[in-house]
């Protein structure tokens, strides 16, 4: 599993014109799935993800999570996470797990962070979605379970 966080002032996904999920203050999570991820990733993922600290203190220092500030989540599904650029100028996909077991596990992924407290707001699934954030610092982090 895959997770681009981004820290981010405001952010919303729109489809056709709608705003389907929007955050004030938080996390932008563009999530990735893999074939070998499993529940344990998953569990592994939202706990880092909950509780990684990338907010400021008073000191300007990074020791405050997104649950620790009462901040939000905006997740974005984005199989093109595991694109392989390394051969050929078209990305390959093969890394990327079917859309029936990466749906499956994103929402579940979702429901952990939920689980946690946290209040998430979605994409959708499989549909062509335009991301709109404000990243604060800017502040990008790459997470990947069982590295």
Known sequence: MKVV???SKQAKVVIDGDVVGAIEFGLVLLVGITHEDSEADIKWMADKVANLRIFEDESGKMNHSVTDIGGQLLSVSQFTLYGDCRK??????????????AEQLYHQFN?????LGLAVETG??????DVELVNSG?????????A
């Open 111 to 115: 429901e952990t962070l939920r689980s």
């Open 5 to 7: 966080v981004q820290r």
């Open 88 to 101: 050929g100028r078209r990305p390959n996909f093969m890394n990327a797990a079917k859309p029936e077991q």
């Open 124 to 129: 959708r699934f499989g549909a062509m979605m």
């Open 138 to 146: 800017p502040v990008t982090i790459i997470l990947e379970s069982g």
